[in-house]
């Protein structure tokens, strides 16, 4: 996940942070939202993580 990450961050421009400054979060969201976040992730061929970290990464992004 982290490799795919990497390479999405890459593609998109963006500055890869330390080994040290990666974190960690748990969160519980609803079987119908990460169903259809597993199905997006799918299509555009990468893990759930890769897709829910650059989702938050541009939403973060576009705020500060």
């Known amino acids: 996940a982290i490799a795919e990450w990497i390479d999405a961050a890459k593609a998109l421009g963006r500055e890869l942070p330390g080994p040290s400054s ?26 759930l993580n890769s897709y829910v970290a650059n989702v938050l990464a541009e939403n973060v992004g576009r705020v500060g």
């Open 22 to 47: 990666l974190g960690q979060w748990r969160q519980r969201v609803p079987r119908s939202l990460h169903e259809k976040l597993k199905i997006v992730a799918a299509r555009e061929g990468v893990s």
